[in-house]
């Protein structure tokens, strides 16, 4: 049984119970109306013709005061008290359990303090009709509070027992998430150590190849593959586990990048302007991919036997959750003629299938000095 | 038997439970100019080597197959022996690293590893080992 049905069978009271209550308070709202209205009622209600309470006071002003502001200050208090209960009562009346006893307590309470603001008019004015008119209606709110209230006490122990058993779901609730955060983060790391066995499997390759050619391929190949491994190592670190501070993804590839194709010799620089962008694994690993084979190539066609230079990334948001990554050389730029969209290189080729992969578009340009490469995409931020 | 970790060719031990990353490793260091005495699989191999051999320098995984991990291990060598500890791993979150902080250790090396990186974490835990020793001595 779900919570919410159990709510919506247990903390309703019976009909018959809030009928007979409504129909008592609107009896005695009912009289005291009629009483004030009808002339003959009014005057007999307000008739004055007994002593005043300061006769039995023996008008001593001390007593006579004391009495007086006493009942006052009770009276204003307790219609403040009752104005807070009936505003409860009416605005938390769909959330509040027993909303309506707010308002019988708030009309109990009302009728109280009528009878301290009339005990203080007798004092010097003798309506005791009048005062024995809100005594009644008093008795008669109050009566039908105290004949409903024990009907409330098992329900508001169903609602403390609820209260408990929503506490521990909630706990449980909040254990199995942190299970499966961990579970989650087991799987990263996996991932990537599996991606890391992948890694040196490339480089083994590398090393016992024969021929330049194929070693090249399997070093490229190695940092493919790196690419993808530490966008889990971006996943590991996050804190929801799902999508990566893209910014400090690039530019930590970017410096990987130049890290293993260089030398502390190699006098390439690397320059970062990045927007701060989070995206889901979907989109962070073909970007990665990509941004892995636009700095490769400008690292290794654009800077020639190990000429000075530097490589900007940019990440630059444009217009409806779309973004800009460039990659800008100031190498020797693009051969002239070359059509990136016909290239059959396998570095170029897999930038046109992963572009196509991430709706995205993609250019490649010279610029003066060097080439410029525009990856246009757009980021779904709640993607994962 | 120990050598002078910078002068000479330095020794090394991998603690590594994947054979494939170990030896990687065996060979990117032999291209560095390091000899690998052993690469071992286990926390408990590691430190019976490490304490036996002595070695210029330990590369230990953090998370191990065994009942003992990278960081334990690494805590029971350095109590018997003074030698430079550079930890391997997978991640360098906040958690990670501050397991490794529990005991001495002279830098991480991420996996998968980068060529430039490798170099430069190890380069800088022998020469750090060697101002240590230079200045005990002293």
């Not at chain 1, 008019?121 to 005594?135: G, H, Q, R, S």
């Not at chain 1, 701060?276 to 990665?288: E, F, H, K, N, R």
């Not at chain 1, 490769?296 to 190990?306: Q, V």
Request: aromatic share 8%; charged share 20%; with cysteine.
């Amino acid at each position: 049984m779900s919570l919410l049905s159990a709510r919506s069978d247990s903390f309703v009271p019976s009909r018959f119970l809030k009928n007979q209550f409504f129909a008592i308070s609107m009896g005695a709202v009912f009289t005291a109306v009629i009483l004030i209205t009808w002339p003959k009622i009014g005057s007999w209600l307000l008739s004055a013709n007994f002593l005043p309470h300061a006769y039995c006071y023996l008008k001593n002003p001390v007593l006579v005061w004391t009495h007086v502001i006493a009942d006052s200050l009770i009276a204003i208090s307790i219609f403040a008290i009752s104005l807070t209960l009936g505003h409860l009562g009416y605005k938390g009346r769909r959330d509040i359990p027993f909303h309506w006893m707010f308002l019988a307590f708030g009309l109990f309470i009302l009728g109280c303090g009528g009878t301290h603001l009339v005990e203080g008019i007798t004092v010097w004015v003798p309506v005791y009709v009048l005062a024995a008119a809100v005594k009644l209606f008093t008795a008669a709110v109050s009566l039908t509070t105290a004949a409903v209230l024990p009907f409330t006490v098992p329900h508001v122990f169903e609602l403390i027992q609820l209260a408990r058993a929503t506490e521990q779901e909630t706990a449980e609730l909040r254990a199995s998430e942190e299970r499966k955060d961990a579970l989650l983060q087991e799987v990263h790391h996996r991932v990537k150590n599996n991606l890391a066995v992948i890694c040196s499997l490339f480089y083994l390759e590398s090393i016992h190849s024969r021929h330049e050619d194929t070693a090249e391929t399997f070093r490229d190949m190695e940092n493919r593959v790196h690419s993808m491994a530490l966008v889990h190592e971006s996943l590991y670190g996050a804190e929801n586990l799902a999508r990566i501070d893209f910014a400090e993804y690039a530019r930590s590839l970017a410096e990987d990048i130049l890290a293993s194709h260089g030398s502390p010799s190699v006098p390439v620089r690397l320059k970062t302007e990045l927007e701060p962008v989070t995206m889901g694994a979907d989109l962070a690993i073909p970007c990665g991919l990509i941004l892995n084979e636009l700095v490769s190539n400008a690292f290794k066609h654009g800077f020639p036997e190990g000429t000075e230079g530097e490589i900007k990334l940019t990440l630059r948001s444009d217009t409806g959750g779309r973004y800009t990554l460039c990659v800008q050389d100031s190498g020797v730029g693009i051969p002239t003629g070359l059509d990136f969209k016909t290239n059959q290189s396998l570095g170029l080729k897999l930038v046109r299938l992963l572009t196509q992969q991430i709706r995205g578009s993609f250019e490649l340009v010279r610029s003066d000095p060097g080439t410029v490469a525009h990856l246009h995409f757009e980021v779904n931020q709640n993607a994962y | 038997m120990r050598t002078d970790p910078i002068s000479t060719e330095p020794r090394a031990l991998i603690v590594e439970d994947e054979a494939l990353i170990a030896e990687e490793l065996r060979e990117r260091l032999s291209r560095l100019g390091i000899t690998v005495i052993a690469a071992v699989s286990s926390g408990e191999e590691g430190v019976e080597i490490a304490t036996r051999e002595r070695p210029d320098l330990v590369l230990m995984d953090i998370r191990l197959s065994g009942a003992k991990d990278g960081v334990q291990a690494a805590k029971e060598i350095r109590e018997q022996v003074d030698v430079p500890i550079v930890y391997l791993t997978a991640h360098s979150d906040r958690r990670t690293v501050e397991r490794a902080h529990e005991t001495e250790h002279d830098g991480f090396i991420l996996k998968p590893f980068l060529k430039g990186e490798l170099q430069s974490t190890i380069d800088v835990a022998l020469r750090r080992y060697a101002i240590r020793v230079k200045e005990k001595s002293q």
